[in-house]
């Protein structure tokens, strides 16, 4: 299978596309690439005489439109994307460069003079790898076009006319959109039909392939593969994305928010560079799960060891340093921060160990986006009950940590404590995808059920200026949300209610929010749970559910390729829903104009309105 590994090799990156285009969006995400949609600001506007050619106009245009989107991202959350893809589609006649018409008789313009002709459609293509580099953005961009020639029958004014009064000109270069009632004009293609609709994907998958598999030369051995955890002198090995291929980010010394990646296995890498491996595949998959845990305890354990606090805003320190900081062995700390660097976490040069980007942004304990609780929950109460897994299924018990199942009630102030470090840690890194998924600004108030500590609530009010949230929380989580700070102003418009969601009255509101992004809700439970709070919505009130989604569900649901069944390393023991899945539980719960969406790369966000009686 050719097609997967190409695509795939974006796979574990954040991948944004700087465009508006619609078409672009369908022919990316129908070849199966998972990918944000941040439109470009840049201004199409370049001096078009000072080109040599057309093609150099739409390549730079692609290139400043996915600049613009990698400097404003960076500039906004002091970290870019992995890469962004920017394109820019010109028609060209005649030594003129046509893009959108700007109003009817400039479509009749454009038209008149492709009437009849041959005329060239060509697509800028601009791939930018970002990295950040001590606050800055560092960006190394690829760029090729792709030239299709379209030739037009005689079009008549009445045509002519006709086809601009339907409308479909105004946003397409040329005036025309070949995929629709524009095909009618057209007599011949030749060359890449997608080009013209606005993306050349094949071009695209080759340069792909060129990027990520620089040929190796004749006679160089095959990469070694190693375990997951490697050997410690071996550990640069790892480095690569998915082994063997060169990975330009990479090799930029950029790094990768998802951290730590397994081996894959080789054979279609081999396919790709024109080698036949004719061996059957090894059960990478299989490998890769059955050894993951240690991965996930190397990370959780130099989280409590707290060598990445060590480590943040310092230069590169040695081993024996480190070792003298967090109070441990130096043979025992160097093992741990080879093995750090192998996944990914640390960099490693002549001089130490230093923080990745995602280290220090994350992984320390200090810092507006650090998931330090959310390690520590997970090191604690999470590792506890899946170290008794087989004792769970047995007996039938829910997969959750005990302490979570009981209730805070229950709980000691620790562990409450322990709870809501980690839900705070999570809530702020996805408060502003939550708050700006949809356009919330219709409603005056808002109800935060299981609002915890109030990093959404405080994330919603700078966002709306008019919405007034409430956070409906237990006694003991209300208690203690005093001791939590998010990086927004306190607010008076954010107010705290204790109450038992599954027995008191909620708070009256316009919008109720709910998201278990923590939770594992066994189902008869979460369904109990969404038709009480259902039942106290009122006509026209919203409802806005958002849960954190495997990536494997997007795939399932958009019917790309697929793994097989049961190999899943992400959303273990959550709920697999896909988009569609809660679209029809929110209509069964009497929920209407129902949306979906995906936000973060990492959110799913339903919003629905509570349909009349
Ligand atoms: C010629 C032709 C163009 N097009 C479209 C593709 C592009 O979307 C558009 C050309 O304008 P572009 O400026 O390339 O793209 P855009 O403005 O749609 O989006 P953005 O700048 O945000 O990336 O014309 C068709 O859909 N069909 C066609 O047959």
């Given at each position: 299978?050719?097609?997967?590994?190409?695509?795939?090799?974006?796979?574990?990156?954040?991948?944004?596309?700087?465009?508006?285009?619609?078409r672009?969006?369908?022919i990316?995400?129908?070849a199966?690439?998972r990918?944000?949609?941040?439109?470009?600001?840049?201004?199409e506007?370049?001096?078009?005489?000072?080109?040599?050619?057309?093609?150099?106009?739409?390549?730079e245009?692609?290139?400043?439109?996915?600049l613009?989107?990698?400097?404003?991202?960076?500039?906004?959350?002091?970290?870019a994307?992995d890469?962004?893809?920017?394109?820019d589609?010109?028609?060209?006649?005649?030594g003129?460069?046509?893009e959108?018409?700007?109003?009817?008789?400039?479509?009749?313009?454009?038209?008149?003079?492709?009437?009849?002709?041959?005329h060239?459609?060509?697509?800028?293509?601009?791939?930018?790898?970002?990295?950040?580099?001590?606050g800055?953005?560092?960006?190394?961009?690829?760029?090729?076009?792709?030239?299709?020639?379209?030739?037009?029958?005689?079009l008549?004014?009445?045509?002519?006319?006709?086809?601009?009064d339907?409308?479909?000109?105004?946003?397409?270069a040329?005036g025309?959109?070949?995929?629709?009632?524009?095909?009618?004009?057209?007599?011949?293609?030749?060359?890449?039909?997608?080009?013209?609709?606005?993306f050349?994907?094949?071009?695209?998958c080759?340069?792909?392939?060129?990027?990520?598999?620089?040929?190796r030369?004749p006679?160089?051995?095959?990469?070694?593969?190693?375990?997951?955890?490697?050997?410690?002198?071996?550990?640069?090995?790892?480095?690569?994305?998915?082994g063997?291929?060169?990975?330009?980010?990479?090799?930029?010394?950029?790094?990768?928010?998802?951290?730590?990646?397994?081996?894959?296995?080789?054979?279609?890498?081999?396919?790709?560079?024109?080698?036949t491996?004719?061996?059957?595949?090894l059960?990478?998959?299989?490998?890769?799960l059955?050894?993951?845990?240690?991965?996930s305890?190397?990370?959780?354990?130099?989280c409590?060891?707290?060598?990445?606090?060590?480590?943040?805003?310092?230069?590169?320190?040695?081993a024996?340093?480190?070792?003298?900081e967090?109070?441990?062995?130096?043979?025992?700390?160097?093992?741990?921060?080879?093995?750090?660097?192998?996944?990914g976490?640390?960099?490693?040069?002549?001089r130490?160990?230093?923080?990745?980007?995602?280290?220090?942004l994350?992984?320390?304990?200090?810092?507006?986006?650090?998931?330090?609780?959310?390690?520590?929950?997970?090191?604690?109460p999470v590792w506890g009950?899946?170290?008794?897994l087989?004792?769970?299924?047995?007996?039938?018990?829910?997969?959750?940590?005990?302490?979570?199942?009981?209730?805070?009630?229950?709980?000691?102030?620790?562990?409450?404590?322990?709870?809501?470090?980690?839900?705070?840690?999570?809530?702020?890194?996805?408060?502003?995808?939550?708050?700006?998924?949809?356009d919330?600004s219709?409603?005056?108030?808002?109800?935060?059920?299981?609002?915890?500590?109030?990093?959404?609530?405080?994330?919603?009010?700078?966002?709306?200026?008019?919405?007034?949230?409430?956070?409906?929380?237990?006694p003991?989580?209300?208690?203690?949300?005093?001791?939590?700070?998010?990086?927004?102003?306190?607010?008076?418009?954010v107010?705290?209610v204790?109450?038992?969601l599954?027995?008191?009255?909620?708070?009256?509101?316009?919008l109720?929010?709910?998201?278990?992004?923590?939770?594992?809700?066994?189902?008869?439970?979460?369904?109990?749970?969404?038709?009480?709070?259902?039942?106290?919505?009122?006509?026209?009130?919203?409802?806005?559910?958002a849960?954190?989604?495997?990536?494997?569900?997007?795939?399932?649901?958009?019917?790309?390729?697929?793994?097989?069944?049961?190999?899943r390393?992400?959303?273990?023991?959550?709920?697999?829903?896909?988009?569609?899945?809660?679209?029809?539980?929110?209509?069964?719960?009497?929920?209407q104009?129902?949306?979906?969406?995906?936000?973060?790369?990492?959110?799913?966000?339903?919003?629905?309105?509570?349909a009349?009686?």
């Amino acid at each position: 299978m050719l097609l997967r590994p190409v695509i795939g090799k974006l796979q574990h990156k954040r991948v944004v596309l700087a465009s508006s285009s619609p078409r672009r969006r369908e022919i990316l995400s129908n070849a199966g690439l998972r990918f944000e949609v941040v439109p470009s600001r840049f201004k199409e506007k370049l001096h078009k005489g000072s080109f040599a050619a057309p093609h150099a106009y739409a390549v730079e245009t692609a290139k400043q439109k996915a600049l613009e989107v990698a400097d404003r991202m960076h500039q906004k959350d002091l970290r870019a994307p992995d890469v962004v893809i920017g394109a820019d589609t010109i028609v060209a006649v005649g030594g003129l460069i046509l893009e959108k018409p700007v109003d009817k008789q400039d479509a009749y313009r454009m038209l008149s003079r492709l009437s009849g002709k041959e005329h060239s459609v060509f697509t800028g293509v601009a791939i930018v790898h970002c990295c950040t580099r001590d606050g800055q953005l560092d960006t190394e961009v690829s760029e090729f076009y792709e030239e299709t020639t379209v030739k037009f029958s005689e079009l008549s004014e009445e045509l002519l006319w006709e086809y601009i009064d339907s409308g479909e000109p105004m946003d397409k270069a040329g005036g025309y959109g070949i995929q629709a009632l524009g095909g009618m004009l057209v007599e011949y293609v030749r060359g890449d039909f997608l080009n013209v609709v606005g993306f050349p994907l094949n071009r695209f998958c080759k340069e792909l392939a060129r990027l990520y598999h620089a040929p190796r030369a004749p006679g160089t051995p095959r990469p070694v593969q190693h375990d997951s955890i490697p050997a410690v002198d071996t550990f640069e090995d790892l480095s690569d994305s998915k082994g063997g291929g060169s990975d330009p980010a990479r090799a930029s010394g950029g790094l990768q928010a998802g951290g730590a990646r397994p081996q894959a296995p080789r054979t279609q890498e081999a396919d790709l560079n024109g080698v036949t491996d004719s061996q059957p595949g090894l059960p990478a998959g299989l490998l890769e799960l059955m050894d993951g845990f240690k991965a996930s305890k190397v990370l959780l354990t130099a989280c409590k060891l707290q060598v990445f606090d060590v480590l943040k805003d310092r230069g590169p320190l040695s081993a024996t340093d480190v070792a003298r900081e967090i109070d441990a062995s130096v043979g025992g700390t160097a093992r741990l921060l080879d093995v750090c660097a192998a996944l990914g976490l640390l960099d490693k040069s002549d001089r130490g160990y230093s923080n990745t980007e995602t280290a220090s942004l994350h992984l320390a304990s200090d810092g507006e986006q650090s998931l330090h609780g959310l390690a520590a929950y997970h090191d604690g109460p999470v590792w506890g009950a899946f170290t008794h897994l087989g004792r769970a299924v047995r007996e039938g018990a829910a997969w959750t940590p005990e302490p979570l199942l009981q209730g805070p009630h229950k709980w000691s102030t620790e562990a409450t404590l322990q709870f809501m470090r980690a839900s705070h840690g999570l809530s702020k890194l996805t408060a502003q995808h939550v708050a700006t998924a949809f356009d919330l600004s219709p409603f005056t108030s808002a109800c935060h059920l299981g609002g915890c500590t109030g990093a959404l609530a405080h994330k919603l009010v700078q966002e709306y200026p008019h919405l007034q949230v409430t956070v409906f929380d237990l006694p003991e989580v209300i208690k203690l949300a005093g001791d939590f700070q998010t990086d927004a102003q306190p607010s008076e418009r954010v107010h705290f209610v204790p109450g038992d969601l599954s027995s008191d009255s909620l708070p009256p509101a316009d919008l109720y929010i709910f998201c278990s992004l923590l939770h594992d809700w066994p189902d008869d439970r979460l369904h109990g749970l969404l038709s009480r709070i259902s039942g106290s919505c009122k006509p026209g009130a919203g409802l806005l559910l958002a849960e954190l989604a495997p990536a494997e569900e997007e795939e399932e649901a958009s019917g790309a390729a697929r793994r097989p069944p049961g190999l899943r390393t992400r959303g273990v023991g959550r709920r697999p829903w896909s988009p569609g899945q809660y679209r029809r539980l929110l209509q069964r719960l009497g929920f209407q104009d129902v949306q979906a969406a995906r936000a973060g790369g990492l959110l799913h966000v339903v919003l629905g309105t509570r349909a009349p009686p």
